[in-house]
C-alpha cells in the first residue's frame, strides 16, 4: 500500500507507529519532534522516457507540472512558465504523467523520490535535476515531548553521516554517482542542528 506524507502523520498520531519519515518542514516542526536530516535531496522532474530533457526553467514554459503541495510546487510557480496541477502524491502525479489523455508533461519532486519511481518504471526518467530551486530534507519525526530521545538520534544521524557508511549507502543509488554531485545530498552538522528537536528552524 502506498502510504502519503497525510497516512505517515496520520499513523504516528495514532500510535499506530512510533516513527515514521517525512520530508521536514516548519509545519512539521511545529507538530512533531522531528530529527534529521539524513539526506538533503534537490528537485527534479520526471518526464515520459524519449522526451526532450528539461535542463532549463524556460523549458517548462507552457507545460503542465505535477506535484505535491511542496516548497518546491510554490517555486515552481514563482521561477518558471509552467502550469502547476496538484496531486494528493507524487504517485498520483506519476500516473497522470502515464496516462495519456492527460495533459501532465512532467512530475515534479525532489530527485531521490523519482530516481525510485523512474527505476521501477522503464516508461519514465529524471530530468531537470535543480531546475527549480530547494532541497527537501528527509528525517525522522515522532509524537511531541520526546526530545531527550530525538536529541540521541541526532547524535546518531551525525555519527553516521561522518561515516564512511553514509556514503556506501548513497552509492546504491547508481544516478545520483552517475548523474548528479552527490556530496550535496550530504547534510552538515549545522544542517542538522537547525532542523532537529526545535519548534523552528533555527541554530
Same mark, same amino acid.
Given at each position: 500500500?502506498?502510504?502519503?506524507?497525510?497516512? #505517515?502523520?496520520?499513523?504516528?498520531? #495514532?500510535?499506530?507507529?512510533?516513527?515514521?519519515?517525512?520530508?521536514?518542514?516548519?509545519?512539521?516542526?511545529?507538530?512533531?519532534? &522531528?530529527?534529521? !536530516?539524513? &539526506? #538533503?535531496? !534537490?528537485?527534479?522532474?520526471?518526464?515520459?522516457?524519449?522526451?526532450?530533457?528539461?535542463?532549463?526553467?524556460?523549458?517548462?514554459?507552457?507545460? &503542465?507540472?505535477?506535484?505535491?503541495?511542496?516548497?518546491?510546487?510554490?517555486?515552481?510557480?514563482?521561477?518558471?512558465?509552467?502550469?502547476?496541477? #496538484? +496531486?494528493?502524491?507524487?504517485?498520483?502525479? =506519476?500516473?497522470?504523467?502515464?496516462?495519456?489523455?492527460?495533459?501532465?508533461?512532467?512530475?515534479?519532486?525532489?530527485?531521490?523520490?523519482?530516481?525510485?519511481?523512474?527505476? =521501477?518504471?522503464? +516508461?519514465?526518467?529524471?530530468?531537470?535535476?535543480?531546475? /527549480?530551486?530547494?532541497?527537501?530534507?528527509?528525517?525522522?519525526?515522532?509524537?511531541?515531548?520526546? +526530545?531527550?530521545? *530525538? &536529541?540521541?538520534?541526532?547524535?546518531? /544521524?551525525?555519527?553516521?553521516?561522518?561515516?564512511?557508511?553514509?556514503?556506501?549507502?548513497?552509492?546504491?543509488? !547508481?544516478?545520483?554517482?552517475?548523474?548528479?554531485?552527490?556530496?550535496?545530498?550530504?547534510?552538515?552538522?549545522?544542517?542538522?542542528?537547525?532542523?532537529? *528537536? +526545535?519548534?523552528?528552524?533555527?541554530?
Amino acid at each position: 500500500m502506498q502510504m502519503t506524507a497525510e497516512s #505517515r502523520e496520520a499513523a504516528l498520531q #495514532r500510535r499506530s507507529v512510533e516513527f515514521v519519515m517525512l520530508a521536514i518542514t516548519p509545519s512539521r516542526m511545529r507538530g512533531f519532534d &522531528v530529527v534529521g !536530516p539524513y &539526506v #538533503r535531496a !534537490p528537485s527534479a522532474l520526471l518526464t515520459l522516457a524519449g522526451s526532450e530533457p528539461l535542463t532549463k526553467k524556460s523549458d517548462l514554459d507552457g507545460k &503542465v507540472v505535477c506535484s505535491p503541495d511542496s516548497s518546491f510546487s510554490e517555486a515552481l510557480v514563482k521561477t518558471s512558465g509552467a502550469e502547476l496541477e #496538484r +496531486r494528493a502524491s507524487v504517485g498520483d502525479c =506519476v500516473n497522470a504523467l502515464l496516462d495519456k489523455g492527460s495533459d501532465v508533461a512532467a512530475v515534479l519532486s525532489d530527485a531521490l523520490t523519482l530516481y525510485e519511481y523512474a527505476r =521501477v518504471n522503464s +516508461r519514465v526518467t529524471v530530468t531537470g535535476q535543480s531546475v /527549480i530551486p530547494g532541497y527537501e530534507n528527509h528525517g525522522f519525526a515522532m509524537l511531541k515531548g520526546q +526530545r531527550q530521545k *530525538c &536529541v540521541l538520534i541526532k547524535k546518531s /544521524i551525525m555519527d553516521y553521516i561522518d561515516d564512511m557508511q553514509w556514503a556506501e549507502d548513497i552509492s546504491v543509488l !547508481p544516478q545520483v554517482f552517475r548523474e548528479d554531485d552527490w556530496k550535496k545530498y550530504r547534510p552538515t552538522d549545522e544542517q542538522i542542528n537547525e532542523l532537529s *528537536c +526545535r519548534e523552528t528552524p533555527g541554530r
